[in-house]
């Protein structure tokens, strides 16, 4: 019951710090807001964290020679899932070489970046990624503004 805990704690906790892009994201109307950024975010946390539930449920001897589990794979599936649904997100326009969607794609990576360092418990990557991602979300953006594209 405690491990059933902690994993919804780093969830809970992977969803707010993905909701902080999210929230940036859908203040500018983008594709993918704050509801996208907080469940790819958690969908990670909760991934990584049934990593040490399924590697505690099958120690036990009877199961040792039967199973493996190596956390790299279950990181390896997030980045796999998440980047399907950021290609989603990139769109080319048909009438000028411009593409849209390629920042909102990075963000959801980006998400689901911290949505693993949360589940895995190390919470001040967590923060400290999220509070360097909306610098560069928000404030480059207004410094984009200003320089030009």
């Known amino acids: 019951m405690d491990q059933d805990l902690a994993v919804l ?7 707010l710090l993905g909701g902080v892009l999210g929230i940036e994201r859908e203040l500018g ?3 993918a807001g704050l509801r996208t ?3 790819i975010a958690g969908a990670a946390a909760l991934i990584v964290g049934l990593g040490d539930v399924v590697a505690e449920h099958f120690q036990q001897e009877r199961y040792r020679d ?3 589990v190596d956390p790299v794979r279950l990181i390896e599936a997030v980045v796999a899932s998440v980047g399907f649904v950021a290609a989603g997100t990139i769109l080319r326009s048909a009438r000028s070489d411009r593409v ?3 920042t909102t794609a990075s963000s959801l990576v980006m998400a ?3 949505g693993i360092a949360a589940g895995i418990g190390n919470y001040v990557i967590a923060i400290g990624v999220s509070v360097l991602c909306v610098v560069v979300l928000a404030v480059f953006r207004r410094v984009e503004a200003k320089v030009g594209r």
Do not use: E, W
Request: glycine residues 4%.
């Open 37 to 39: 950024h907080m469940l």
């Open 9 to 15: 704690l780093r969830v809970a906790a992977a969803m």
């Open 29 to 31: 109307k983008h594709a």
């Open 100 to 102: 849209h969607g390629l």
């Open 112 to 114: 689901a970046a911290i």
């Open 66 to 68: 039967l199973l493996q």
